[in-house]
T-cell receptor
Framework: AQSVSQHNHHVILSEAASLELGCNYSYGGTVNLFWYVQYPGQHLQLLLKYFSGDPLVKGIKGFEAEFIKSKFSFNLRKPSVQWSDTAEYFCAVNARGGNAGNMLTFGGGTRLMVKP | DTEVTQTPKHLVMGMTNKKSLKCEQH?????MYWYKQKAKKPPELMFVYSYEKLSINESVPSRFSPECPNSSLLNLHLHALQPEDSALYLC???????????????FGSGTRLTVV
């Protein structure tokens, strides 16, 4: 079964600082990777996803993530954060094939607070 | 319509009550999911329906009973719940299998359930 680890549980940044949130997964086969954001009191929204091709993917709101297969990583980055980026960020993995292809496994989440 | 609609948004129920959570989507997605999210934790998969058939049950107690009456609707029937079942219950939908992985999953806003 697949698993996902997010090493930073809480991150506090000032506005305009750069952001990098770590995500590592464990699965022997081919995976699809996602980052979701959950703003306070709101539902999960897809930031970006990777399933094939260019390992550097760009998402909404200036976010990007890089898939490094050799490191089993899919770190999320943003060059300059804003106060409105304050939210919980979840990395998720979907293992391809069979019933597992229907399952999203989430990491523990990283709570980001951006100070104005 | 690109939304997953969940009702009710909030629900308070006693341990002897029977209630149902409802989820609806009109995106033509043939895979639908129930996730449970406790405070400050990631969503945890409960059930997966693929083409209106239950394909995954993640060892969920029988006091939770899912139902998929048609391709647009997903219900979660609740009976004799415990206070520890209080959580945010999220519904999601996607194209099944590989399609879901490619296009991603759409989440509803959730039902915040409190069991007293």
């Amino acid at each position: 079964a697949q698993s996902v680890s997010q090493h930073n549980h809480h991150v506090i940044l000032s506005e305009a600082a750069s952001l990098e949130l770590g995500c590592n997964y464990s699965y022997g086969g081919t995976v699809n990777l996602f980052w979701y954001v959950q703003y306070p009191g709101q539902h999960l929204q897809l930031l970006l996803k990777y399933f094939s091709g260019d390992p550097l993917v760009k998402g909404i709101k200036g976010f990007e993530a890089e898939f490094i297969k050799s490191k089993f990583s899919f770190n999320l980055r943003k060059p300059s954060v804003q106060w409105s980026d304050t939210a919980e960020y979840f990395c998720a993995v979907n293992a391809r094939g069979g019933n597992a292809g229907n399952m999203l496994t989430f990491g523990g989440g990283t709570r980001l607070m951006v100070k104005p | 319509d690109t939304e997953v609609t969940q009702t009710p948004k909030h629900l308070v129920m006693g341990m002897t009550n029977k209630k149902s959570l409802k989820c609806e989507q009109h995106m033509g997605h043939r895979a639908m999911y129930w996730y449970k999210q406790k405070a400050k934790k990631p969503p945890e998969l409960m059930f997966v329906y693929s083409y209106e058939k239950l394909s995954i049950n993640e060892s969920v107690p029988s006091r939770f009973s899912p139902e998929c009456p048609n391709s647009s609707l997903l219900n979660l029937h609740l009976h004799a719940l415990q206070p520890e079942d209080s959580a945010l219950y999220l519904c999601a939908s996607s194209h099944p299998g590989t399609g879901g992985a490619v296009e991603g999953y759409t989440f509803g806003s959730g039902t915040r359930l409190t069991v007293v």
